[in-house]
T-cell receptor, first 110, second 113 residues
Framework: EDQVTQSPEALRLQEGESSSLNCSYT??????LFWYRQDPGKGPEFLFT???AGEEKEKERLKATLTKKESFLHITAPKPEDSATYLC???????????FGQGTRLTINP | KAGVTQTPRYLIKTRGQQVTLSCSPI?????VSWYQQTPGQGLQFLFE???????NKGNFPGRFSGRQFSNSRSEMNVSTLELGDSALYLC????????????FGPGTRLLVL
């Protein structure tokens, strides 16, 4: 069964303090790994799609990387507006559904 | 391009009632997926529709059903509501032509009393 585990569950940082969020996965043939950001009371907002090990993508202060067993979301010099829950999801080959992790709740203090 | 829209945004029902939620995908997107989000279980896949046909189904009871219309708009229905059905119901659309990103709507918050 496809499975995604995210750590830590919650992370509190000071503004400007860089860190990384982890997403470990097991999937029967990876079609794609997705990162989303979710603010309270809203739907997930798409950030990145990664397709194969070694791939990296960047957007502003965020950088996502992928290995054969895990993905990292690196946050560089975060700002309070980066506070949100970050969700990781995998899609298996031949499947349409996304399997989500429980998310990491990130809080950036000014 | 307009995003995924869902109506209503909030809903309060009582046990035993039924409810219908609506989703309009991004223009040009033909695949619509539905997810249930709860604090305990996180985001779980309900089902996916493409060209008016259900292609994939998650592990939910038959009380949960859906359909898709020729304009790709989709509805999901939950019959005989239970307290445990209280959740945020999210709709996501994609063009479904390969490894395509699913874009989510704002969700419908359902509270069952």
């Amino acid at each position: 069964e496809d499975q995604v585990t995210q750590s830590p569950e919650a992370l509190r940082l000071q503004e400007g303090e860089s860190s990384s969020l982890n997403c470990s996965y097991t999937v029967s043939g990876l079609r794609g790994l997705f990162w989303y950001r979710q603010d309270p009371g809203k739907g997930p907002e798409f950030l990145f799609t990664l397709y194969s090990a070694g791939e990296e993508k960047e957007k502003e202060r965020l950088k996502a990387t992928l290995t054969k067993k895990e993905s990292f979301l690196h946050i560089t010099a975060p700002k309070p507006e980066d506070s949100a829950t970050y969700l990781c999801a995998v899609q298996a080959r031949g499947a349409q559904k996304l399997v989500f992790g429980q998310g990491t709740r990130l809080t950036i203090n000014p | 391009k307009a995003g995924v829209t869902q109506t209503p945004r909030y809903l309060i029902k009582t046990r035993g009632q039924q409810v219908t939620l609506s989703c309009s995908p991004i223009s040009g997107h033909r695949s619509v997926s539905w997810y249930q989000q709860t604090p305990g279980q996180g985001l779980q896949f309900l089902f996916e529709y493409f060209s008016e046909t259900q292609r994939n189904k998650g592990n939910f009871p038959g009380r949960f059903s859906g359909r898709q219309f020729s304009n790709s708009r989709s509805e999901m229905n939950v019959s005989t509501l239970e307290l445990g059905d209280s959740a945020l119901y999210l709709c996501a659309s994609s063009s479904a032509t390969g490894v395509e990103t699913q874009y989510f709507g704002p969700g419908t918050r359902l509270l069952v009393l």
